[in-house]
T-cell receptor, first 116, second 114 residues
Framework: GAVVSQHPSRVICKSGTSVKIECRSL??????MFWYRQFPKQSLMLMAT?????????EQGVEKDKFLINHASLTLSTLTVTSAHPEDSSFYIC????????????FGSGTRLTVV | QKEVEQDPGPLSVPEGAIVSLNCTYS??????FMWYRQYSRKGPELLMY????GNKEDGRFTAQVDKSSKYISLFIRDSQPSDSATYLC??????????????FGKGTKLSVKP
């Protein structure tokens, strides 16, 4: 089955620093990557959508200069949280949709970010 | 009204019980309906996928879609403690030749007691 590897699974960083989260599709080409944020007991909130080789499309209210998304290849997308603040602490999850896979996005295992 | 409504629970059942999880939605354009299972501190994993109306069965799991009522269900038979997780419904429409973004419910937290 399709696998998306997400790293790191957990990261603690200091306020003001930047953190990069990687998602790799291991056995398929991810034409579209989605980045979600999930607060405790809340649903997945879509942050942005990126297509390989194109600029990401951000959802309303998501700061594109703060959450930098790169989708330079069909197997790798990164989310960089810049100048992190404690309110950025959350669970970040990527998902990928590949060629010929029009349904059932494959999710990464998530990254727990804690900003202290 | 939110596009997708799902009772967050928590729902607690004894082992062996039949579990019924539900979502309602408002967008009649939705055509793809999915159920994801999410264990604590993990990413969601796809359980069931249904296109348009009807039923789909996979082992102990049955997904139902009633587009006329804008209502979808997931049934779990002979529930096991390992089924304890949060179940998220998700749905999307088809726009201009491609699938739209998934819209998720809040998720229902299920606990199956031994």
């Amino acid at each position: 089955g399709a696998v998306v590897s997400q790293h790191p699974s957990r990261v603690i960083c200091k306020s003001g620093t930047s953190v990069k989260i990687e998602c790799r599709s291991l056995d398929f080409q991810a034409t579209t990557m989605f980045w979600y944020r999930q607060f405790p007991k809340q649903s997945l909130m879509l942050m942005a959508t990126s297509n390989e080789g194109s600029k990401a499309t951000y959802e309303q209210g998501v700061e594109k200069d703060k959450f930098l998304i790169n989708h330079a290849s069909l197997t790798l997308s990164t989310l960089t949280v810049t100048s992190a603040h404690p309110e950025d602490s959350s669970f970040y999850i990527c998902s990928a949709r590949g060629i010929g896979r029009d349904h059932g996005y494959t999710f990464g295992s998530g990254t727990r970010l804690t900003v202290v | 009204q939110k596009e997708v409504e799902q009772d967050p629970g928590p729902l607690s059942v004894p082992e062996g019980a039949i579990v019924s999880l539900n979502c309602t939605y408002s967008n009649s354009a939705f055509q793809y309906f999915m159920w994801y299972r999410q264990y604590s501190r993990k990413g969601p994993e796809l359980l069931m996928y249904t296109y348009s109306s009807g039923n789909k069965e996979d082992g102990r799991f049955t997904a139902q879609v009633d587009k006329s009522s804008k209502y979808i269900s997931l049934f779990i038979r002979d529930s096991q403690p390992s089924d304890s997780a949060t179940y998220l419904c998700a749905m999307s429409a088809w726009y201009g030749g491609s699938q739209g973004n998934l819209i998720f419910g809040k998720g229902t937290k299920l606990s199956v007691k031994p």
